[in-house]
């Protein structure tokens, strides 16, 4: 699963950069409007909208424009209606990506998406095509220079992680999606050092290794559909070096 985190921590630095700042703030508005409107606007007993809400507080969204999102999603400011699905996306080198959408507009969405495809050598697979490749986990991810190893993998057993690994300069702790909130708030409680990053995501159960222009074109057609306003995330099964994640994000 190394692909899958070297790319979570690209990202992670992607989103904290003022450059991508206002594009990740337009996904996470939609997240929590979205999640606003399914489940309701309490935070306590909505937990979607509790996560999009964390999400929105670690890239340093103000209260204000969470709670005017929150209203837009229970019809307080207005009707705000957002379509989601995916697109199942096979890539260079015969990497496999999983492609959330949530538009306004799937017709203009789908033009979008076609043409990133066309120019960066990706082919839509039909349904189930892609999916199945991955499985739904909480992840928390620490630093490995700043974390004591020992010390987080006796509080994540004694707390029921599915897994904890050690990949190059992480430490990370797998969970039951159903268990994800507990066992961070209890590692925060544990007074550990702040994770990289923590979300329940979708995670690669096979990975396929990339090189030399395989590996650059991958890349490429990643971070231009994740730079699409309407592309809420995107999953792929590809390890590549973090160099080349760098260079074209």
Same mark, same amino acid.
């Given at each position: 699963?190394?692909?899958?985190?070297?790319?979570?921590?690209?990202?992670? #630095?992607?989103?904290?950069?003022?450059?991508?700042?206002? #594009?990740?703030?337009?996904?996470?508005?939609?997240?929590?409007?979205?999640?606003? /409107?399914?489940?309701?606007?309490?935070?306590?007993?909505?937990?979607?909208?509790?996560?999009?809400?964390?999400?929105?507080?670690?890239?340093?969204?103000?209260?204000?424009?969470?709670?005017?999102?929150?209203?837009?999603?229970?019809?307080?400011?207005?009707?705000?209606?957002?379509?989601? =699905?995916?697109?199942?996306? =096979?890539?260079?080198?015969?990497?496999?990506?999983?492609?959330?959408?949530?538009?306004?507009?799937?017709?203009?969405?789908?033009?979008?998406? /076609?043409?990133?495809?066309?120019?960066?050598?990706?082919?839509?697979?039909?349904?189930?095509?892609?999916?199945?490749?991955?499985?739904?986990?909480?992840?928390?991810? =620490?630093?490995?220079?700043?974390?004591?190893?020992?010390?987080?993998?006796?509080?994540?057993?004694?707390?029921?992680?599915?897994?904890?690994?050690?990949?190059?300069?992480?430490?990370?702790?797998?969970?039951?999606?159903?268990? =994800?909130?507990?066992? /961070?708030?209890?590692?925060?409680?544990?007074?550990?050092?702040?994770?990289?990053?923590?979300?329940?995501?979708?995670?690669?159960?096979?990975?396929?290794?990339?090189?030399?222009?395989?590996?650059?074109?991958?890349? #490429?057609?990643?971070?231009?559909?994740?730079?699409?306003?309407?592309?809420?995330?995107?999953?792929?099964?590809?390890?590549?070096?973090?160099?080349?994640?760098?260079?074209?994000?």
């Amino acid at each position: 699963m190394s692909g899958h985190n070297r790319w979570s921590k690209i990202k992670h #630095k992607k989103e904290a950069s003022d450059s991508k700042k206002s #594009k990740v703030w337009t996904k996470v508005i939609k997240e929590i409007t979205v999640s606003a /409107r399914i489940g309701g606007g309490d935070i306590s007993g909505n937990p979607r909208l509790r996560t999009a809400v964390d999400k929105a507080r670690s890239v340093n969204m103000t209260n204000d424009v969470i709670e005017r999102s929150i209203k837009k999603g229970t019809g307080d400011l207005g009707d705000v209606t957002y379509e989601e =699905f995916a697109y199942e996306v =096979f890539g260079p080198g015969g990497t496999a990506m999983l492609v959330e959408i949530m538009t306004d507009n799937r017709n203009r969405t789908a033009g979008e998406i /076609r043409n990133v495809l066309q120019r960066y050598n990706g082919n839509l697979g039909a349904s189930g095509s892609v999916s199945y490749m991955f499985k739904k986990q909480g992840v928390i991810m =620490f630093d490995k220079t700043e974390v004591d190893e020992n010390a987080l993998t006796d509080q994540a057993i004694e707390l029921g992680a599915d897994d904890i690994k050690t990949e190059g300069d992480v430490v990370i702790v797998y969970t039951e999606p159903k268990e =994800f909130e507990r066992i /961070r708030d209890a590692l925060k409680q544990a007074k550990l050092p702040a994770p990289v990053s923590a979300e329940v995501t979708l995670v690669p159960q096979t990975i396929v290794r990339l090189t030399g222009n395989d590996a650059e074109k991958a890349a #490429k057609l990643v971070s231009m559909l994740e730079d699409n306003d309407d592309v809420q995330n995107v999953y792929s099964n590809m390890d590549v070096d973090e160099s080349v994640m760098e260079s074209v994000g």
